[in-house]
């Protein structure tokens, strides 16, 4: 069985510009979760989906991240314009709809802003 | 508010060593799940083990144990006979809502040849 992908693996911006990540999760996982994991830090819910709705974005910072999940399936997580606080690791988790608690994590998008 | 605290920002061990992770825990909910996880080099979390926190039963896997006390509010994790492969950061985690997961800071483990 095909894990949660992740692209792009890193990245390297300067700040005040955008990027995007794109996350595809386990095939028949209905929910999908969006965490920023800081330098020395556990990893932060950001946002999690149900199929293509939102379930929980109270810790995304809305004036600059966005993500979206169309067609239940893909899920992409922007940041425009990028601060140098949002360099980090982007993780991307999945699980089954009546599973919450088991989780499968991708291996993360590595965000460097300068 | 939940709180997840991990002391020990890093150790380091040599091989066949055992060795002990702390975790400990803040919740006001009765009903919660404590996680444990493994980060390796290449970035994904692993699971290693859940426990509910109806279940005060210590659990063996294997080189590892887990040692759950809610009168002290801790979910420690032990590697007995540590390997080099072990080296990585382990994370403890708190639900209480399901789906949303609070994380310690973790603890970077080095296991030396």
């Known amino acids: 069985e095909a894990g949660v992908a992740q692209s792009p693996r890193y990245k390297i911006i300067e700040k005040r510009q955008s990027v995007a990540f794109w996350c595809n999760p386990i095939?028949?996982?209905?929910?999908l979760y969006w965490y920023q994991q800081i330098l020395g830090q556990g990893p932060k819910l950001l946002i999690q989906?149900?199929?293509?709705?939102?379930?929980?974005d109270s810790q995304l910072p809305k004036d600059r991240f966005s993500a979206e999940r169309l067609k239940g399936v893909d899920s992409t997580l922007k940041i425009q314009p990028a601060k140098l606080e949002d360099s980090a690791v982007y993780l991307c988790?999945?699980?089954?709809?009546?599973?919450?608690?088991?989780?499968?994590f991708g291996p993360g998008t590595r965000l460097t802003v300068t | 508010a939940q709180k997840v605290t991990q002391a020990q920002t890093e150790i380091s061990v040599v091989e066949k060593e055992d060795v002990t992770l702390d975790c400990v825990y803040e919740?006001?909910?009765?009903?919660?799940?404590l996680f444990w996880y493994k980060q390796p080099p290449s970035g994904e979390l692993v699971f290693l083990i859940r426990?509910?926190?109806?279940?005060?039963q210590n659990e063996i896997s294997g080189r590892y144990s887990w040692n759950f006390q809610k009168s002290t509010s801790s979910f420690n994790f032990t590697i007995t006979a540590s390997q080099v492969v072990d080296s990585a950061v382990y994370f403890c985690?708190?639900?209480?809502?399901?789906?949303?997961?609070?994380f310690g800071d973790g603890t970077t483990l080095t296991v030396k040849p």
């Open positions: 919740t006001r909910d009765t009903t919660y799940y």
């Open positions: 988790a999945s699980s089954l709809v009546f599973r919450p608690l088991e989780q499968y």
């Open positions: 426990r509910n926190s109806f279940d005060e």
């Open positions: 989906f149900q199929n293509n709705g939102v379930v929980d």
């Open positions: 985690a708190l639900n209480t809502n399901a789906g949303k997961s609070t």
């Open positions: 095939s028949g996982h209905a929910t």
